[in-house]
């Protein structure tokens, strides 16, 4: 069969391409040799922001282009995505007030018209963002939002997949040539197709893979490592810290999970393999939060860590923290079209798409018109997410109060499909573990393309954190005997 487009690569960037592609009636197959975001597109900070810190580095178009998209975002996938009020302490802080008050009213600015509350002062009476802090009551509050980043990239998944792409994981590229006018490539199941365009959306690997392909590329990746801790709670509240540090790096403190996440480092790295967080990480991240908050932690107190490697393009800049987050697409129309694809962020994914596809429409020979822009996500269309919540514990009361939130909040709309003809909870079939039942993981197989219990677990539940080892390896047994 000859594809319009192949993909390679599952991440945030590759998914989001496949369903942009698919929605402008292209045949698409995109191609991932582990799972949808095994690597850096589920090992993010977790956030759709603008990123306040890149306005240090002039990155006013990232900024702009981000807020947009976040805009775009929280109405897209009002069940894997809600705003985040973020306190911002200025005691002892390394950037002057005057600085940090014309960041955010830049911030603002650059955002347009936008739902989330602007930005203000701290006040005397914000004691629960007050209390947890070493500081005194000078600072600012903004906004931005969290995001389950691996379901995310999955929704895009599943969306091409409704509009026709076919999504294979566990299938890698062997090879591939351009012949005829086209890329014949063999994939790892042994299957050999041609598609008239190929994407490289490799993520970390983008430079392995050209090598692969037989292509040099003009654009440089640079490798840059960012870690997370989650530690028990820090402080009562849904709210986030950003807390600046004494080298001008700032790190984030954010509700997750029940606990607090603390992330992130910029540690530059050889290989993609090196997504591995290092004691001195883990070490520095405690020592910053301990320089904000009253609650100190240790190495000791960690319960969980995961690192990203972020392929981002080399502009030159002497430390990985000034390195762009800005993405380059790259496109070699030496013969049938190759676009690689250098950087990018989870918030800006739907923007690249849109972008990948308008270099590639002269080659395909198709009109790259914008399909994404208010298009909502699988399970999205539900509103206020706390009136939906109301009206799925009324219609499944049996779900409970903590599995009715999590999966209301995992599926959106998508419950009542999964949940049809499911009288009780008897009907839900047998529970693997941590409250993930028969019917839901048979859902995650034959929906979701999970082919694992890692895959299950670890990215489209999360429920992985919360089993001993004795229950994962349980999970792990009942999983594999699924009929």
């Given amino acids: 069969m000859t594809y319009d487009l192949l993909i390679i690569g599952g991440g945030i960037n590759g998914c989001a391409i496949a369903r942009e592609a698919s929605l402008l009636g292209q045949t698409v197959l995109l191609v991932e040799r582990d799972d949808l975001a095994s690597h850096t597109s589920s090992a993010s900070t977790k956030l759709i922001h603008g990123g306040l810190r890149y306005l240090e580095y002039y990155e006013f178009k990232l900024v702009a282009e981000a807020l947009r998209e976040r805009e775009r975002l929280v109405h897209a996938a009002p069940h894997i995505i809600r705003p985040l009020r973020f306190v911002l302490p200025q005691e002892n802080a390394v950037r002057p007030w005057w600085m940090v008050r014309i960041g955010l009213y830049l911030y603002d600015f650059l955002g347009g018209k936008m739902s989330l509350p602007r930005s203000r002062g701290l006040r005397k009476s914000d004691t629960d963002y007050i209390a947890p802090l070493k500081g005194g009551d000078s600072g600012f509050v903004y906004s931005d939002a969290q995001v389950d980043d691996s379901r995310l990239t999955l929704l895009n998944a599943v969306d091409a997949a409704a509009n026709g792409a076919e999504i294979c994981t566990g299938v890698a590229l062997e090879s591939a040539r351009r012949e005829g006018g086209v890329w014949r490539a063999t994939l790892s199941d042994g299957r050999t197709v041609e598609a008239r365009a190929m994407v490289n959306a490799a993520g970390p690997w983008v430079h392995l893979m050209l090598e692969k392909l037989g292509v040099s590329a003009a654009a440089n990746v640079r490798l840059v490592k960012g870690s997370h801790i989650v530690v028990p709670k820090l402080y009562d509240g849904d709210h986030a810290y950003i807390l600046q540090l004494p080298d001008r790096r700032i790190i984030f403190a954010i509700p997750w999970q029940g606990e607090t996440e603390i992330g992130t480092t910029d540690i530059p790295v050889d290989k993609p393999e090196d997504a591995v967080i290092s004691d001195d990480e883990i070490k520095y991240l405690c020592e910053g939060a301990n320089h904000h908050f009253v609650k100190q932690i240790s190495p000791a107190d960690v319960t969980h860590v995961w690192s990203g490697v972020r392929p981002l393009y080399d502009d030159g800049a002497s430390e990985a923290k000034a390195v762009t987050r800005d993405y380059v697409l790259e496109l070699d129309t030496n013969g049938p079209p190759l676009l ?9 994914g739907r923007h690249l798409a849109e972008e990948a596809m308008g270099k590639l429409a002269p080659s395909l020979g198709i009109d790259a018109h914008p399909v994404t822009r208010a298009r909502v996500f699988p399970g999205g269309a539900i509103g206020d997410f706390d009136a939906y919540l109301v009206k799925v514990r009324a219609t499944w009361p049996f ?15 998508m419950l009542a499909e999964m949940l049809a003809g499911v009288a009780d909870e008897a009907g839900m079939g ?9 019917v839901e993981a048979r859902w995650m197989r034959d929906r979701e393309w999970a082919r694992t219990a890692a895959d299950a677990l670890d990215r489209r539940s999360k429920l992985g954190l919360h ?9 792990e047994k009942a999983w594999d005997a699924l009929a």
Avoid: C, N, P
């Avoid at 690689?340 to 800006?348: A, R």
């Avoid at 779900?399 to 959106?412: F, I, K, P």
């Avoid at 001993?468 to 349980?474: L, V, W």
């Fill in 430 to 438: 047998t529970d693997l573990g941590g409250g993930l039942t028969e």
């Fill in 399 to 413: 779900l409970g109060y903590e599995r009715s939130a999590r999966m209301a909040h995992a599926y959106g709309t």
């Fill in 340 to 348: 690689s694809v250098f950087g990018g962020k989870i918030t800006t």
């Fill in 467 to 475: 089993l001993t080892a004795d229950q994962r390896a349980a999970f």
